[in-house]
């Protein structure tokens, strides 16, 4: 048998329109962020374990349902916000289908198809209602009216995803350690695997994903750990 051409291999796409992997994504980068530099600020005023063990988990709760509400408003409000235009776009097509049909037509021109042939397909197209609002929403407003995200998938993994990443620097007070520097070397290394990870979607090289996060996230906790040990009591990474 031969081999079929490449033109007719099926390719899988990554889900770029479920809602899911950016909340996740920024919610777990978010989490751990927030949480290593605050342990570090606060570890940066010399108090006790135990105070940083109860803001870490502090941070946690709050960031995490601060995360979730944030996502799920964001993405209703930007669905209602596409259900509108869709509606708008509806009307003008029930309006004036002419005037629609030739403005589609244009922009395949403009995109390199001969007058008559964009001006023949438009025509077309026009025939079923439906599917030129598909269209006219593509071209004119950059959305799939039946592609929308979840704002709920979006709130969901957001709200978990913020819990696992600011868990993270937590672990070594959880289990009984109380040495701020292992904290911020475990939450440290909890970056350096989340942007590992992130790389499997992205494409990029999994040790360059996993170094950038790992970068920022030190600066994040070394600028705060400065500002905790200027206005508190004293500083010392014990």
């Given at each position: 048998m031969t081999a079929p051409p490449a033109a007719l291999i099926e390719r899988h796409h990554a889900d770029v329109s479920g809602g899911w992997l950016r909340p996740a994504v920024f919610g777990a980068m978010d989490g751990l962020v927030t949480n290593i530099a605050l342990i570090a600020g606060v570890g940066g005023g010399a108090v006790r374990p135990g105070t940083i063990l109860l803001t870490g988990v502090a941070g946690l709760v709050a960031g995490a349902v601060s995360m979730g509400l944030g996502e799920y408003t964001s993405v209703k409000s930007q669905n209602e916000q596409v259900a509108a235009e869709v509606a708008k776009e509806r009307l003008e097509l029930e309006l004036n289908p002419e005037a629609e049909a030739e403005e589609l037509a244009q922009m395949w021109v403009a995109r390199g198809l001969s007058e008559e042939l964009a001006r023949q397909v438009a025509e077309e197209l026009h025939r079923r209602p439906e599917e030129a609002l598909r269209f006219h929403a593509r071209e004119e407003l950059g959305v799939d009216p039946d592609e929308r995200p979840s704002p709920w998938?979006?709130?969901?993994?957001?709200?978990?995803?913020?819990?696992?990443?600011?868990?993270?620097?937590?672990v070594t007070y959880l289990l009984g350690f109380t040495s701020l520097l292992l904290a911020l070397g475990t939450g440290g290394l909890g970056l350096f695997v989340a942007g590992a990870v992130t790389a499997r979607f992205t494409g990029r090289r999994w040790w360059w994903s996993g170094l950038r996060q790992l970068v920022l996230g030190a600066a994040a906790a070394a600028i705060t750990y400065a500002i905790g040990a200027m206005i508190g009591i004293g500083g010392g990474l014990g």
């Open positions: 998938a979006a709130a969901v993994s957001s709200f978990i995803c913020f819990s696992i990443g600011a868990a993270v620097p937590l």
